[in-house]
């Protein structure tokens, strides 16, 4: 089983984010209650109680005290087995890295930590509104691997759009940042290309789109830079050293359950999905009352088989053509003359009950799905 928890509070808000969260946090001690009490109300979401993984995301889950994460500890080990964990994640920003957090987090069992570094460069971490300097990712780096997180992630952002400044120059700014993180025996890298995202600041300013050369030469940076310091793409936007896949989100990539804790988290349990509300006095109120405020969605043979093929084709790994039959009793002459016609297009590549994404083609993974997904 896998669990994950969202942690609704930042400093600040980047200007590309459009996750839930909010910048007051004079409640966030009520917060972390409600959070402990939904582990009990919902500890039976899931038969499987010993957990495999457990990921706080956020938000910013650095904010929280040693306190306030001992308190979310406590309730987890009131209801499962934590002692065949395999990867327990954290996010944090740079600015929250000390010496003495990664001591305390470390005492609670945490073994990954997943900075978010976004870029090096001081110009980018001003436009993207970020609360911490180069300099402060530099550090954080060197505090991580000193106190013993060689599996940590650090996350990249590319293709930033909308800053004045030409093709080349941008190109020598992700070859930077790339040059910095080679220092580091970090293990996995997470890399996202940007996009605009509806009710953000830069939607507001009404940025323009990035053209898609622009794209894929940035994507081309990223995929053949990290190669050369030896990370394997696993996953469109995810890169790991020595096979240190991210476990969590692989679970995630690959269909398998898992409860959501916190306002606007997501659980799925194999037949239908939940998500929390996305308001923290509401999901507060609902929790404390002891009726818990979310949607929850039975999911069709169709919306099973799109959401595996969506997901599971960002992966190296790729779809089973057993699986996919498994899910969908009566696959459509449409799907097979699609894959077929991809597999002679050399996008799509097939080995023996396995399809997945040609590696030059992984770029385009979502639009591929798309062309495959069982329509009515």
């Known amino acids: 089983m896998h669990l994950y928890v969202h942690v609704p509070f930042c400093k600040q808000a980047c200007h590309y984010c459009d996750f839930h969260f909010s910048t007051q946090v004079s409640y966030k001690e009520r917060m972390v209650d409600a959070m402990a009490k939904e582990v009990?109300?919902?500890?039976?979401?899931?038969?499987?109680k010993s957990l495999e993984t457990v990921y706080f995301g956020g938000g910013t889950p650095s904010l929280l005290t040693a306190k306030d994460l001992d308190k979310l500890m406590n309730a987890f080990h009131r209801h499962f087995d934590?002692?065949?964990?395999?990867?327990?994640?954290?996010?944090?920003n740079p600015d929250d890295i000390s010496r003495e957090s990664l001591v305390?987090?470390?005492?609670?069992?945490?073994?990954?930590?997943?900075?978010?570094?976004?870029?090096?460069?001081?110009?980018?971490?001003?436009?993207?509104?970020?609360?911490?300097?180069?300099?402060?990712?530099?550090?954080?780096?060197d505090m991580l691997l000193e106190g013993g997180f060689e599996t940590s992630s650090a996350d990249l952002i590319y293709a930033k759009t909308g800053y004045q400044l030409d093709q080349g120059r941008q190109a020598?700014?992700?070859?930077?940042?790339?040059?910095?993180?080679?220092?580091?025996?970090?293990?996995?890298?997470?890399?996202?290309?940007?996009?605009?995202?509806e009710g953000t600041v830069f939607s507001k300013w009404k940025l323009a789109p990035v053209t898609e050369d622009y794209s894929v030469e940035q994507y081309k940076i990223v995929t053949e830079g990290l190669g050369a310091l030896g990370f394997e793409q696993y996953e469109v936007s995810n890169f790991a050293r020595n096979e240190n896949y991210a476990v969590h989100n692989t679970a995630y990539w690959q269909g398998h359950e898992y409860l959501g804790i916190g306002p606007s988290a997501h659980s799925y349990d194999g037949a239908s999905r939940q998500w929390n509300v996305a308001h923290n006095h509401k999901?507060?109120?609902?929790?404390?009352?002891?009726?818990?405020?979310f949607e929850k969605e039975i999911l069709s043979p169709k919306e099973k088989l799109n959401d595996y093929l969506l997901t599971g084709l960002r992966t190296k790994w790729g779809v089973s053509l057993k699986e996919i039959s498994r899910i969908y009793k009566d696959v459509p002459a449409e799907f097979r003359d699609t894959v077929a016609h991809l597999l002679s297009e050399g996008v799509l590549a097939q080995n023996g009950d396995n399809l997945s994404i040609t590696p030059a083609s992984r770029l385009l993974s979502d639009r591929i799905a798309a062309d495959l997904f069982v329509v009515d």
């Open 40 to 48: 009990d109300l919902k500890s039976n979401y899931l038969s499987e």
């Open 82 to 92: 934590l002692s065949s964990l395999k990867e327990f994640t954290l996010e944090a």
């Open 104 to 141: 305390q987090w470390k005492a609670l069992g945490i073994s990954r930590i997943s900075l978010g570094i976004q870029t090096f460069n001081e110009v980018f971490l001003k436009f993207m509104n970020r609360a911490h300097s180069g300099k402060q990712g530099v550090q954080a780096l």
């Open 172 to 197: 020598e700014i992700l070859k930077d940042d790339l040059a910095i993180l080679g220092r580091y025996p970090l293990q996995h890298v997470s890399a996202y290309h940007l996009t605009i995202e």
């Open 283 to 293: 999901y507060m109120q609902g929790i404390e009352s002891g009726l818990p405020d």
